[in-house]
């Protein structure tokens, strides 16, 4: 067994840190990336293509989380490529599972259908457990994208099985599997069994310092209160400047736009043109700079028609 480089340790540790930043929203971009690149080139001076993995995954999530989800892919081709000859089946599964869900985030479901797909193969291959119900997850929300409500409650019901089987499995997969039941019980207007798993998704999204958990169970809030507000303590407006506020915390700019377009949608619903203009433009000027085509024409189609009635 080789012996390992004097470097790795260390290295270890600030990656720890930096994860933990990551997921709390205590990463400070302006501040924190040029010492991630100043890590990444240690890591490339061990020649350790583990090591040197683990800091382009860092890099590769936080293009994510700004919604730079080309340079997020570029920095995926370029893990997978060090992996593969070593036949890493879980580091391999698990990118592609982030790469699936770069695909979810674009709108592309069915490429990240077969993606998410691909990546529980070679998890499945690698004998072990741990992220599997992350991937079980994705393909939940992925194939309700899709309009396939019984396969992904399916998905969604092994994700939730496999992390109480398992006390140590990464519980967002959980919070996000009781969130997407909510969201297709609402859709099929089955509003209590909604609201019993919207309330789940908050109870251990509470627990955790994970702010995109609560952007996304807020937003899914917003949309109840809109169609039974009875059953919520909150108005949609409350909610949406929830969902909002957890998506700065985290600085998740996609998220953030995506509450905006959701917004813009809502007070248009409600001919509040001028609030439904600055919620769709701001959203416009973000899906823009993620490239993201689908999601700006509907942030540009609600500009215009709200311009158009204040016309």
């Not at 409350?238 to 949608?265: F, H, M, P, W």
């Not at 700079?289 to 009635?309: D, M, S």
Request: some cysteine; proline content about 3%.
């Amino acid at each position: 067994m080789s012996n390992p480089h004097p470097l790795e340790k260390m290295l270890s540790r600030i990656r720890q840190e930096i994860w933990e930043r990551l997921e709390t929203g205590k990463f400070v971009y302006e501040r924190d990336m040029p010492n991630l690149e100043r890590f990444l080139n240690l890591a490339r001076n061990t020649g350790d293509p583990a090591i040197i993995a683990e800091y382009q995954l860092l890099l590769a999530v936080i293009e994510a989380d700004l919604g730079n989800f080309d340079a997020a892919l570029g920095h995926y081709e370029i893990i997978i490529a060090l992996l593969m000859p070593h036949n890493d089946y879980w580091r391999i599964g698990s990118m592609l599972n982030n790469v699936g869900d770069i695909y979810r985030c674009q709108g592309r479901y069915a490429i990240a259908r077969t993606t998410l797909e691909e990546a529980l193969r070679y998890l499945q291959m690698s004998g072990q457990e741990r992220g599997i119900n992350i991937t079980l997850s994705n393909l939940g929300l992925v194939t309700l994208a899709l309009g396939d409500d019984l396969e992904a409650l399916q998905w969604f019901t092994q994700s939730i099985e496999m992390a109480h089987s398992n006390s140590r499995e990464y519980k967002i997969p959980l919070i996000e599997s009781y969130t997407g039941i909510a969201d297709l019980f609402l859709r099929l207007h089955d509003f209590d069994k909604a609201s019993a798993y919207l309330r789940l998704a908050r109870e251990w999204a509470e627990n955790s310092e994970i702010p995109i958990l609560q952007t996304e169970i807020y937003l899914l809030y917003a949309r109840f209160a809109q169609i039974r507000p009875r059953l919520v303590d909150a108005t949609p407006e409350q909610y949406y400047a929830l969902a909002k506020s957890y998506a700065e915390k985290g600085d998740k700019r996609y998220y953030y736009a995506r509450v905006l377009l959701a917004e813009a949608e809502y007070f248009q619903s409600l001919g509040l043109a001028a609030q439904a203009a600055d919620s769709a433009s701001e959203a416009l000027t973000l899906f823009e700079q993620f490239k993201l085509t689908e999601f700006a024409a509907v942030a540009r189609r609600i500009l215009n028609q709200v311009q158009v009635v204040a016309g």
